[in-house]
């Protein structure tokens, strides 16, 4: 009998999601975000598997250098002759990576400080808010440039440094969405009954005010991209050869007039994927809008 | 008065606000003898909530004491504080914000069971939340629903089963039913009631609303701005009232019988605001007896045996019927 009652239980606890999902694909923009997120991250995957680094990615072949594209090169092939589309989509994966995981540094730091500030209120929260003020008032690029010149130049460093920059936002972002809640009457019920704060915050705070915080999240992913790839653009991101977009914009940089494949295709790449992220979180954020449930 | 489960002495609540101190709470005294009820009446804004809320210290008392179960509790802090609530619970007056949406009806019975470690293994806690359930009139196949399947009277109940898990001494019920229908207010009165008289429960019973209170409450404390006006046992309350205030209030308590003519005393303007009140009677800007007298703050006396009021013309007021 009480075995049955789990069960249930189980079944029931996903409710949230599956309205969260029922709402989602109502929004075809945002499918269509949702479909080529996850084609990304299947190529991502394939490529890492079929794919030689050494072999295909980045040795040099000075007889194919700079060809047009063709049915041989889809995407034409760079100035050391290596071949664009491979090397795009092998590049995937960098994007990804350092999207998702600087967004996880980010979204846990900058969660915790907004949940605190936002439940403790008063002198705790004016310390966290005024210090989230004074990185926001330093240009994002110019910030995680400090932070690479720190700590050196790798793709680990790279994903802190992002992670770092964004995590005034998800601070606000959470502390916004904590005081709604915090006022709340079961709160206070919860405190009657003996539960502690750590557990409030957790068990009773984060579930309500999660929504703002995945909608940030998939937004953040968008961002990081965006910077990761600012940041290869100037040298600062990952180290070379290997094919991170926007090392392989800066690298076709050069020869834009002549050869623009080169830097059109990794830049379109970063704009698709940008751009699926970003209408992920806009339908993501219209489907936990509660004003718009049935 | 012999065996107390609570005694507040000269509680008092300011909160700062950028116009003045508000006096919500202004120098209360109460008592509850164990296995009673006490009710709180009062408008909105006459400071009984805060009351409540001061009691079980969910907001830290300006001054004061408040003596539980013979410990004074006005400077306990966390700990102890938390071993002490396992003896006071509270039932909050909205049943839709007080129980949280995402959590099921057994999660919610279940947290105090839970965060005070009284049961360990999942089994004890599920029989003990069923046992609950029934207790409160709440069917087991509701186990595992959420409370916004469930209406007002049902949710409520679930408030309550919370309230009743720890096998608390006291309960403070914050306009329990004011929310509800008012045939769902007479079977949550009945399971309160019932209750008290199956586990020896004592209860503060916050209200606006003197027609639910007679019926519930052994002894009635009127609050007017943060004051307590008069204060007697029920019958006595409602038989002999004293203060303007307090008739005001009976006076329009609606009688169901057609020949009875309702002579209702009628109350001008609206509660007079609670920052930085002056030194006279708390209502004597909307008292129809006011006088010279008036503009000084009476005190709480002792008029009859067990009957308290706050009013310098309590005895010439005495024999004053509604309609004037």
Known sequence: MFKKKSKVRASKKRSYMSEL????????????????????????????ITLDYNQDIVQQNMKERLQKPSSEHIMGTDQYGRDVLVR????????????????????????????????????IENLILRSTEVFMGIPSVLLAIAIMAAFGQSLFVLMLAIGLVYVPMFARTARAAVLPVRDEEYIEAARVSGVGDLKIIFSHILPNSLSPIIVQVTMGVANGILTASHLSFLGLGVPVPAPEWGAMLSGGREFIRDYSFLTFYPGFAIMITVLSFNLMGDGLRDATDPKLKQ | MMDPILEVKNLTKHFKTKYGLLHAVDGIDLTLERGKTLGLVGESGCGKSTTGRLILKLIEPTTGQIIFDGKDITNYKNRAMKEIRRDMMFI?????????????????????????????????????????????????RLYNTYPHELDGGRRQRIGIARAIAMEPKFIICDEPVSALDVSIQAQILNLLKELQRKLGLSYIFITHDLSVVNHFSDDIAVMYLGKIVERAPAEELFLNPLHPYTKALLSAIPVPELDVKMERILIKGEISSPINPGEECRFAKRCY??????????KLLEYSPQHFVACHRAEELKGLEGGL
């Open chain 2, 92 to 140: 909050f007056q909205d049943p839709y914000s007080s129980l949280d949406p995402r959590k099921t009806v057994s999660q919610i019975i279940s947290e105090p069971i839970i965060a005070n470690n009284i049961l360990k293994k999942s089994s004890d806690i599920e029989d003990r939340v069923t046992e609950l359930m029934t207790t409160v009139g709440l069917a087991e």
């Open chain 1, 21 to 48: 999902w029922r709402n989602y694909k109502k929004n075809p923009s945002a499918m269509i975000g949702l479909i080529i997120v996850v084609v990304i991250i299947i190529i991502a995957i394939f490529a890492q």
């Open chain 2, 289 to 298: 007896f006011c006088q010279d007298i008036c503009m000084k703050e009476p």
């Open chain 1, 88 to 123: 795009v989509l092998y590049g995937a994966k960098y994007s990804l990576a350092v999207g998702i995981i600087s967004v996880a540094i980010s979204c846990l730091i900058g969660s915790s400080l907004g949940l605190i500030a936002g439940y403790y209120g008063g002198v």
